[in-house]
T-cell receptor
Framework: AQSVTQLDSQVPVFEEAPVELRCNYS??????LFWYVQYPNQGLQLLLK??????LVKGINGFEAEFNKSQTSFHLRKPSVHISDTAEYFC????????????FGAGTTVTVRA | DAGVIQSPRHEVTEMGQEVTLRCKPI?????LFWYRQTMMRGLELLIY????????DSGMPEDRFSAKMPNASFSTLKIQPSEPRDSAVYFC????????????FGPGTRLTVL
């Protein structure tokens, strides 16, 4: 089985500053990795996903993530955040055998301040 | 497209009552997922349908929970009888294809069982 650990439960950040959200996964098999965002009172929206190929993945809204197999990590970054990036961010993993089955981390709440 | 539609958005009921949550997936999508989100357990996959057929119901907590998908445009999640520990936000998601195709989430139903 796969699992995900999001290392920070809350990340406060000032507007226009960079942000990094950390995600580590554990699995005995090859995995697929995802980042989702949840704005207040809304459903989740996919930011980006890693399936194969280049380890640097670019997503929507200026976010990117890097898959590091040796460190079993998939950290999310944005070089300059906006107030509108205030949301909860979830890292998720699925295995090649059950590729539809997402296991989510506990989430990281990002609060962007002016 | 209107996206995934869920109803009701909020439901307050008393312990022992039957609760029915409804979901209309995005037109043309072949896969449908029901998730539950709680503070204690985070986001959990309850059941997965592909082409209206339940493929994986291993996340359904107990016999009080049942889900149906009578056609490609409608699904229900029923809890009978409901208990206070069922209080959560229930999300429906759909994807065009099975596997790692992007899952589009509805806005969720916030269920409170008194």
């Amino acid at each position: 089985a796969q699992s995900v650990t999001q290392l920070d439960s809350q990340v406060p950040v000032f507007e226009e500053a960079p942000v990094e959200l950390r995600c580590n996964y554990s699995s005995s098999v090859s995995v697929y990795l995802f980042w989702y965002v949840q704005y207040p009172n809304q459903g989740l929206q996919l930011l980006l996903k890693y399936l194969s190929g280049s380890t640097l993945v670019k997503g929507i809204n200026g976010f990117e993530a890097e898959f590091n197999k040796s460190q079993t990590s998939f950290h999310l970054r944005k070089p300059s955040v906006h107030i509108s990036d205030t949301a909860e961010y979830f890292c998720a993993v699925s295995s090649r055998s059950n590729d539809y089955k997402l296991s989510f981390g506990a989430g990281t709440t990002v609060t962007v301040r002016a | 497209d209107a996206g995934v539609i869920q109803s009701p958005r909020h439901e307050v009921t008393e312990m022992g009552q039957e609760v029915t949550l409804r979901c209309k997936p995005i037109s043309g999508h072949n896969s449908l997922f029901w998730y539950r989100q709680t503070m204690m357990r985070g986001l959990e996959l309850l059941i997965y349908f592909n082409n209206n057929v339940p493929i994986d119901d291993s996340g359904m907590p107990e016999d009080r929970f049942s889900a149906k998908m009578p056609n490609a445009s409608f699904s229900t999640l029923k809890i009978q009888p409901s208990e206070p520990r069922d209080s959560a936000v229930y999300f429906c998601a759909s994807s065009l294809l099975a596997g790692t195709d992007t899952q589009y989430f509805g806005p969720g139903t916030r269920l409170t069982v008194l």
